[in-house]
């Protein structure tokens, strides 16, 4: 008896040293790196990456353009892959927001009171209405960031909304509400969507995943999934 009533207490010993290392400090306090793993490999936010092979061996570029991709002839010859990559994630979860906050605070060369209260009040605020999507992008080669530039600012609600949903494990889906193009915030293109459906919440902890799902053009197609039980933040699902 005595030896299992000691296997209890190291065991339970164990698990509040888990829970103590998942517990995160402030984000007031986070670094640069801490910001970064929040917004592009973390339960709001996930990187997909696409990569374009056409122009990865070299083939002289000629006048004529014989021998050449259409790439090579308007571009020039990259003579390797180049990766885009679209960084997904859920501008209205909480950490997504304190890391936005955080990244910019931490770019700032003097104290400045007036935009710590601003990106404080932009970091917690809440939203029961709208779950809301960020999508932003870069290339390895900035030749390949032009198009992608032009495809998302043209891109509108009427397009989108028939190809660009959330989905939940069961296979339930709620389409999109409103397309914002990017503007110079940094955050890129807004995706919103209902929070509600039927006066309930689309998603609960036990929805499985959040599926993430649009077709932007033929060559933009953005689809991501996020684990509902990564998505827990101080006790709460934060999505």
């Not at 991709?69 to 859920?90: H, K, L, M």
């Not at 990106?119 to 992008?137: C, G, H, N, P």
């Amino acid at each position: 008896m005595k030896k299992m009533l000691l296997a209890i207490a190291v065991l339970g010993m164990l698990i509040i040293g888990v829970e103590a290392q998942k517990k995160m400090k402030p984000w007031t306090e986070w670094s640069e790196k801490d910001a970064l793993k929040m917004l592009n490999d973390s339960g709001w936010g996930q990187t997909q990456t696409e990569t374009n092979t056409s122009e990865m061996f070299f083939t002289p570029t000629t006048q004529s353009g014989r021998g050449t991709s259409s790439d090579r002839t308007s571009q020039g010859a990259t003579n390797q892959a180049v990766n885009v990559s679209y960084r997904i994630r859920f501008l209205s979860a909480k950490p997504i927001r304190q890391a936005f906050a955080r990244s910019i605070l931490l770019q700032q060369k003097s104290p400045n009171a007036q935009l710590e209260e601003q990106l404080k009040a932009f970091a917690e605020q809440r939203t029961q209405e709208w779950i809301v999507m960020a999508v932003s992008f870069d290339s390895t080669d900035q030749r390949f960031s032009g198009p992608a530039m032009q495809i998302f600012n043209s891109a509108n609600t009427g397009i989108l909304q028939n190809t660009t949903y959330l989905e939940i494990k069961d296979g339930k889906r709620v389409f999109l509400k409103e397309y914002r193009a990017p503007i110079n915030d940094g955050m890129g293109a807004k995706f919103i969507f209902p929070r509600l459906v039927d006066g309930k919440p689309f998603v609960t902890p036990e929805s499985g995943y959040l599926r993430f799902y649009s077709e932007i053009s033929k060559d933009i197609k953005l689809n991501m999934r996020f684990k509902v039980q990564e998505m827990m933040y101080d006790g709460q699902l934060e999505y």
